[in-house]
């Protein structure tokens, strides 16, 4: 990379992107390798309580800050009946799960999702099949999971030790229907057409349950684009959310390249946007379609596709990355990307929570931890809600092989409108340089710095292990000051960075 010179930018009240929805820090649990068993649901774990529930993971999952929980899948729900998880544990069948190759016990079922989602102060996402069912099916699992009494599914409910209805909100329609990969695989206009009238069904229960429909499953696809039109064609007026789903990995040792992942993210959303609303624009609709950005993450791939099929296998050790610094300040970058964008990206799930390409990491029996991308998402969640300002950058570039010329700086900050205060969130793409910074303040009237966190390490390949769980943690940057109705800053070399003013 080249020497840098300084980047700056000016923050003013005035230029705003809208008010970040607290689901944009959610995540995602799924019946995949060992998320939910020996991950959050381990009976017999000097740790569980009465549920089974790990207490040591629920305490780290609250200080992650998550606010949405996205369940049951992924694949999985595409080959998952719901009625497998409820009622007496010792009666649930087990099945083969066809998406990950595994034998599902469902020990752990929507009830116990309910618990542990009331547990961690969360909010449910529940994820419909829509791959071997359909829209009778949705209905069944709306009318058990939320319908009071009175009813034959309801009063099962009750029946099964839950008085109270769940009172899901929010369901997603499928999952990457337009993946080949998919058990039930579907066109755009097969899909659509289900979509739409599953959405219709459920509204004649609940006029007011908030419905996201399947977009595409990457950027790359071939489909992308014309499958979220011919979707939306179908069921504009009946959904709210369309989804997004994309994994970030570096690749041939292209650290350049993996450093600037957030550039494909935003153009991601960006043409998402442009998709929906050309659509709305079709319909005549006033109507804007929101975005869920459902799975995100850093998830090395080509890892998994290289591994020997599974046999099988109960809950095995599966995608359980281990991640780096360098993946933290990704992630980091990645945060930055969903807040530049909270005017339409209204949900956002990192995929997943424990275990499974994880912020938090477990042994059956043993402990817990947090990996380095715990940090940005706990510091995001924490500080990042309120209103998110426009920054718009004036930053020294590099050459990327992927993405072309990319500013070393990447940033956002959020307005807390009750009390003044500013967070600004920074990551420097250099790997070597530290950058200069700058942020003009005119219009607001902070006047000292509460906190400068960093994350970043001499060592780009530093990680957290079950040996050493703290190897790598946020610590005060130096040098920043606040003068003359400006902040200046030293931003490490490859770092992510939380500014907060007040």
């Not at 923050?11 to 991950?39: I, K, M, Q």
């Not at 034998?103 to 829509?130: H, W």
């Not at 929010?170 to 959405?199: F, I, S, V």
């Not at 043993?366 to 995001?380: H, N």
Request: aromatic share 8%; glycine share 8%.
């Amino acid at each position: 990379m080249p020497q840098t010179d300084s980047a700056r930018f000016t923050l003013d009240p005035a230029f705003t992107v809208g008010d970040v929805n607290p689901r944009l820090f959610g995540s995602f649990v799924e019946h995949l390798g060992r998320c939910v068993y020996t991950g959050i649901h381990e009976p017999g774990h000097p740790a569980a309580d009465e549920a089974g529930l790990r207490t040591d993971v629920l305490a780290l999952i609250r200080e992650l800050g998550v606010t949405v929980i996205r369940y049951p899948g992924g694949n999985f729900v595409s080959g998952y009946k719901w009625e497998d998880g409820v009622g007496p544990v010792e009666e649930r069948p087990r099945r083969l799960d066809l998406a990950w190759r595994s034998t599902e016990t469902n020990r752990f079922g929507l009830s116990e999702y309910i618990d542990f989602v009331r547990k961690v102060d969360g909010e449910p996402m529940m994820a419909l099949n829509l791959g071997t069912r359909g829209v009778a099916e949705a209905l069944e699992l709306q009318e058990y999971a939320n319908h009071p009494s009175g009813t034959a599914l309801a009063d099962l409910r009750i029946g099964h030790g839950d008085k109270d209805p769940y009172g899901i909100r929010l369901w997603c329609l499928g999952n990457e229907m337009d993946g080949p990969w998919q058990t039930g695989h579907k066109t755009a206009e097969e899909y659509g057409r289900l979509a739409a009238e599953t959405a219709r069904a459920m509204r004649q229960i609940d006029p007011d349950v908030e419905l996201v429909a399947c977009g595409s499953s990457n950027q790359s696809m071939p489909t992308f684009a014309t499958w979220e039109a011919t979707v939306l064609q179908e069921s504009y007026d009946l959904v709210d959310h369309i989804s997004l789903h994309a994994y970030y990995e570096e690749r041939d040792g292209d650290r350049d390249s993996f450093l600037a992942s957030a550039v494909d993210m935003e153009s991601f959303i960006e043409n998402v946007v442009a998709t929906c609303d050309h659509i709305g624009a079709r319909l005549k609709s006033k109507k804007k379609i929101n975005l869920s950005f459902d799975e995100w993450n850093v998830w090395y791939q080509t890892h998994y596709h290289n591994a020997e099929p599974l046999n099988w296998e109960e809950a095995p050790r599966l995608l359980e990355d281990n991640y780096s610094v360098t993946d933290a300040v990704v992630v980091g970058s990645l945060l930055i990307a969903l807040l530049r964008h909270a005017d339409r990206v209204t949900v956002a799930c990192l995929a997943q929570l424990v275990n499974v390409i994880a912020p938090i990491m477990t042994e059956p029996g043993g402990p817990a931890w947090r990996q380095t991308t715990f940090y940005p998402f706990a510091q995001a969640s924490a500080h990042g809600r309120g209103r998110v300002l426009r920054v718009e950058v004036d930053s020294p570039t590099y050459e990327t092989p992927v993405y072309g010329e990319v500013p070393l700086l990447h940033a956002t900050a959020v307005l807390d409108e009750s009390t003044g205060a500013v967070t600004v969130f920074a990551v420097n793409r250099d790997q070597h340089r530290p950058l200069p910074l700058e942020i003009a303040l005119p219009a607001l009237p902070v006047t000292r710095v509460v906190e400068h966190s960093v994350l970043a390490d001499a060592d780009p390949e530093a990680r957290n292990t079950l040996t050493d769980p703290e190897r790598v943690t946020p610590r005060p940057g130096a040098g920043t000051e606040l003068a003359d109705g400006a902040l200046r800053t030293m931003l490490e070399p490859m770092s992510w960075n939380v500014i907060r003013l007040a």
